[in-house]
């Protein structure tokens, strides 16, 4: 039974999104039900377009459930009774909602797209409900009010795996028209450099195209940052230095329950993880090189252009992140121990103090906010929300997020953006 155990959770569950398999469960039924296979072979006219209609009309209802239960879980969640939820008893890892999610009108919208009801050998698939679930939180957002922030992870989600934003790539014209509409924009990425030359190498084709605009005033172009490290090290635009960045101390930003990461303890963490990260090369035989920063820790391969083994990086994260929840200094300074592709770190802090940093910074400078702005007026977007070994998945606490596979997911989620913003203004007029 250990044995058993440690394969069902170790293995499997911490690469699973509880919410989004039970959606798909939920799912599963009707696509049993309605969508035959036999409707293939059909010849008479009409077969499979009614069963396709058939299909999207239960699909369409059982969304309308989860998010009739969504809405009673935001009820429960104002009084602070979120645990006694129907939604949270189904789905115990469910966490905090900062809008609703209309997600009826997003499966319809995603339907048109991806033809999930016309399908009838392949049902309704973990990404088919992950796209939905980004263009539901795109509808509820907009329809809350403005989107005042939208941070973004680096690699994967701007740009492919350990390349750069170049001048070409199409994300660059969607960011641009959110800083023309007076969002603000945040880079929130786990490199950790402190010299503004390298982001400047990740990030040149957006500085450059932030600094050459003529569409954005010199108040809009200052509504660009950088936070590298997960939450570390804060960049801010300014066109008139070397690299377009500024790197800003520590101390002008950081938020007041930061004050208490201590030299001392974030030495104690890292020597810790370093030691477990030795461990875990010896035990799995991995030619790699320890790299030790200043608020960071991780392994890379030794040979460049090798790679490690997928299960090598995720055994190495769970044993890494497990020693270090258990121990006394884990347990009172955050850390995010993460896969990054073809490495493994531990980062000090996580993706949620450097969305609430970006939220502290820019919110400042809105009175109106209460000195920052609100989660659900904040858009995360990135690659990694798995519950182990992903560093997005804790952004999840503080504003609302889109979950992306890939840079051109990432395009494609603006382009809803800006299609539903327009819409909205519109309707204003």
Same mark, same amino acid.
């Given at each position: 039974?250990?044995?058993? #155990?440690?394969?069902? #959770?170790?293995?499997?569950?911490h690469?699973?999104?509880?919410?989004?398999?039970?959606?798909?469960?939920? %799912?599963?039924?009707?696509?049993?039900?309605?969508?035959?296979?036999?409707?293939?072979?059909?010849?008479r006219?009409?077969?499979?377009?009614?069963?396709?209609?058939?299909?999207?009309?239960? #699909?369409?209802?059982?969304?309308q459930?989860?998010?009739?239960?969504?809405?009673?879980h935001?009820?429960?969640?104002?009084?602070?009774?979120?645990g006694?939820?129907?939604?949270?008893?189904?789905?115990?890892?469910?966490?905090i909602?900062?809008?609703?999610?209309?997600l009826?009108?997003?499966?319809?919208?995603?339907?048109?797209?991806?033809?999930?009801?016309?399908?009838?050998?392949?049902?309704?698939?973990?990404?088919?409900?992950?796209?939905?679930?980004?263009?539901?939180?795109?509808?509820?957002?907009?329809?809350?009010?403005?989107i005042?922030?939208?941070?973004?992870?680096?690699?994967?989600?701007?740009?492919?795996?350990?390349?750069?934003?170049?001048?070409?790539?199409?994300?660059?014209?969607?960011?641009?028209?959110l800083?023309?509409?007076?969002?603000?924009?945040?880079?929130?990425?786990?490199?950790?450099?402190?010299?503004?030359?390298?982001?400047?190498?990740?990030?040149?084709?957006?500085?450059?195209?932030?600094k050459d605009?003529?569409?954005?005033?010199s108040?809009?172009?200052?509504?660009?940052?950088?936070?590298?490290?997960?939450?570390?090290?804060?960049?801010?635009?300014?066109?008139t230095?070397?690299?377009?960045?500024?790197?800003?101390?520590?101390?002008?930003?950081?938020?007041?329950?930061?004050?208490?990461?201590t030299?001392?303890?974030?030495?104690?963490?890292?020597?810790?993880?370093?030691?477990?990260?030795?461990?875990c090369?010896?035990?799995?035989? %991995?030619?790699?090189?320890?790299?030790?920063?200043?608020?960071?820790?991780?392994?890379?391969?030794?040979?460049?252009?090798?790679?490690?083994?997928?299960e090598?990086?995720?055994?190495?994260?769970?044993?890494?992140?497990?020693?270090?929840?258990?121990?006394?200094?884990?347990?009172?300074?955050?850390?995010?121990?993460?896969?990054?592709?073809?490495?493994?770190?531990?980062?000090?802090?996580?993706?949620?103090?450097?969305?609430?940093?970006?939220?502290?910074?820019?919110g400042?400078?809105?009175?109106?906010?209460?000195?920052?702005?609100?989660?659900?007026?904040?858009?995360?977007?990135g690659?990694?929300? %798995?519950?182990?070994?992903?560093?997005?998945?804790?952004?999840?606490?503080?504003?609302?997020?889109?979950?992306?596979?890939?840079?051109?997911?990432?395009?494609?989620?603006?382009?809803?953006?800006?299609?539903?913003?327009?819409?909205?203004a519109k309707?204003?007029?």
């Amino acid at each position: 039974m250990t044995t058993r #155990y440690r394969v069902e #959770y170790a293995l499997k569950t911490h690469r699973r999104d509880q919410f989004i398999e039970w959606i798909k469960g939920l %799912l599963a039924v009707p696509f049993v039900l309605n969508s035959q296979p036999t409707g293939v072979f059909e010849t008479r006219d009409g077969t499979v377009r009614q069963m396709a209609e058939e299909a999207h009309r239960r #699909y369409a209802e059982i969304m309308q459930d989860v998010e009739d239960m969504i809405d009673d879980h935001i009820a429960h969640q104002k009084v602070g009774l979120q645990g006694q939820s129907k939604l949270k008893l189904l789905v115990p890892s469910i966490g905090i909602f900062f809008t609703r999610l209309p997600l009826a009108d997003a499966f319809r919208y995603q339907d048109k797209k991806r033809f999930i009801s016309s399908r009838r050998f392949v049902p309704p698939s973990f990404n088919d409900i992950r796209l939905i679930l980004n263009t539901a939180q795109l509808m509820g957002a907009t329809m809350a009010g403005q989107i005042d922030l939208a941070t973004f992870d680096g690699d994967v989600t701007l740009y492919d795996d350990g390349m750069s934003l170049e001048a070409t790539n199409p994300v660059i014209e969607r960011i641009l028209f959110l800083m023309s509409h007076n969002t603000k924009i945040g880079i929130v990425t786990a490199a950790g450099y402190t010299e503004e030359e390298k982001y400047y190498q990740r990030l040149h084709g957006l500085l450059e195209a932030v600094k050459d605009s003529t569409a954005l005033t010199s108040t809009q172009k200052k509504n660009l940052i950088i936070m590298g490290g997960e939450s570390n090290f804060l960049f801010i635009f300014d066109p008139t230095a070397p690299y377009l960045l500024q790197h800003l101390p520590r101390r002008t930003w950081i938020l007041p329950s930061m004050s208490t990461w201590t030299q001392p303890t974030i030495s104690a963490l890292l020597d810790l993880a370093e030691s477990s990260l030795r461990e875990c090369v010896a035990n799995l035989s %991995l030619n790699a090189t320890i790299l030790r920063k200043e608020r960071a820790v991780g392994i890379i391969p030794s040979v460049p252009g090798s790679r490690f083994p997928r299960e090598s990086l995720e055994e190495t994260v769970l044993v890494v992140q497990k020693k270090l929840e258990m121990s006394e200094v884990g347990q009172t300074l955050p850390f995010c121990a993460f896969n990054g592709g073809n490495d493994v770190f531990v980062d000090i802090g996580d993706k949620s103090w450097g969305v609430l940093v970006c939220q502290k910074y820019f919110g400042s400078s809105s009175p109106n906010e209460g000195g920052t702005i609100r989660g659900d007026r904040t858009l995360h977007v990135g690659d990694q929300f %798995l519950s182990a070994g992903s560093n997005d998945f804790k952004a999840r606490v503080v504003g609302t997020t889109a979950w992306i596979a890939s840079p051109a997911e990432t395009v494609e989620l603006l382009d809803e953006l800006v299609e539903m913003i327009a819409v909205r203004a519109k309707k204003e007029k």
